[in-house]
């Protein structure tokens, strides 16, 4: 990850994070985490999300439980820069 850059430029060039990005376009927090914040993302990774019971994270991303998805991926986000 790179400090210079926001957590959806850093999501994008992540082979690891990819379910992650497509999560968040589905909730429609792009805008948000690309904004000043500022934010610390527990980025849960692909495997993370293979992990799920089946069927977990399609029901997730269907329009109608958008709100359960915002918030469940918030959950994950602080309103703080937190460093290693």
């Known amino acids: 990850m ?5 957590i959806v430029q850093n999501a994008v060039n ?3 994070h990819t379910t992650l990005l ?3 376009k589905a ?8 904004s000043a914040g500022p934010f ?16 977990t994270l399609e ?3 269907k329009p109608e439980n958008k709100g359960t ?6 959950y994950h986000v602080v309103a703080i820069k937190a460093t290693a």
């Open 59 to 61: 029901t997730l991303v």
């Open 40 to 55: 610390t993302v527990f980025a849960l990774t692909n495997v993370a999300f293979d992990n799920l019971p089946a069927g």
């Open 2 to 6: 790179y400090p210079s850059k926001n």
């Open 27 to 34: 909730a429609g927090l792009v805008e948000t985490l690309q």
């Open 69 to 74: 998805l915002i918030t469940v991926l918030t």
């Open 14 to 16: 992540s082979k690891d």
């Open 22 to 24: 497509a999560a968040v």
